[in-house]
């Protein structure tokens, strides 16, 4: 058996990860990700703004309101055109909102979700498209700046990059894969950081008895990786190398 770095890096535990946060419908259980979109800039979308490129691929042109310039953000083959547009055709009242940070040529996209009907946007006719961009974008911020976390409950994600999948407890000899699904839930990297510094994690013994808490890694405190820093080894923390918890390095 390899390091807890390791095994989260093993087909079973993405697969089992994927399947929880399907099941929160990409939503961390604490904020509803609205700590997340505070962390990214954002930019509504509508289909003309939208481009097939190469198979699944999808490219979407935003306006950024610091930088007063647009960018051109591209999807990875995780977000296909085929689930956008189906997914839009279910919310004709809603906005696709992105979440993004300006990169150099092109923008990665970090997440991507649609508002409820409560959104009301100004009309564009006549505007050319940096009028339109900004009114668009002033329209969204506004609302999201109202927006509760019971009204972010309301939003659907169809995309979010960086979500955490959290054990509520953990057992001897058994592998990340291996709980049942109500022992898992989402988190964002915010929420569980602060679960972590809150909280206590049970260790139980073979039979299911509670026999120590875990001592989360003081460092990541407990979070195992860094979103900020994924281009360097993919965030993980150099002080736990990803184990999360001082028992399990």
């Known amino acids: 058996m390899g390091t807890y770095a390791e095994l989260l890096e093993d087909s079973r535990w993405k697969e089992k990860r ?44 935003v306006y950024d309101n610091q930088l007063k310039t647009h960018h051109r953000i591209k999807a990875d083959s995780s977000l296909s055109y085929q689930t956008f547009m189906e997914t839009l055709g279910n919310h004709k009242d ?13 923008c990665e996209l970090t997440g991507l979700f649609f508002t409820n009907t409560k959104v009301h946007f ?51 000899k058994r592998l990340p894969w291996e709980y049942m699904n109500d022992a898992l839930m989402t988190l964002c990297w915010s929420c569980h950081e602060e679960l972590h510094k809150n909280e206590k994690v049970p260790y139980l013994d073979e039979e299911g008895k509670e026999i120590d808490n875990l001592t989360p890694c003081p460092k990541c405190y407990g979070a195992g990786r860094f979103p900020e820093f994924r281009h360097v080894q993919n965030g993980i923390c150099f002080d736990c190398k990803g184990a999360k918890y001082i028992e399990f390095v």
Request: net charge positive; glycine share 4%; hydrophobic share 40%.
């Open 18 to 61: 994927l399947e929880i946060l399907r099941r929160d419908a990409f939503k961390c259980l604490h904020c509803s990700n609205q700590k997340v979109v505070s962390n990214f800039l954002i930019s509504p979308t509508a289909v003309g703004k939208v481009s097939r490129l190469t198979g699944s691929s999808l490219n979407f042109v």
């Open 94 to 106: 809603a906005t696709p909102v992105l979440l993004f940070k300006p990169r150099q040529m092109y």
């Open 122 to 172: 100004s009309d564009f006719v006549g505007l050319d498209l940096v009028a339109q961009s900004q009114s668009r974008l002033n329209d969204i911020v506004n609302f999201l700046d109202t927006c509760s976390v019971e009204d972010f409950r309301e939003f659907d994600w169809l995309f979010l990059k960086g979500l955490h999948v959290h054990h509520r407890y953990y057992q001897k």
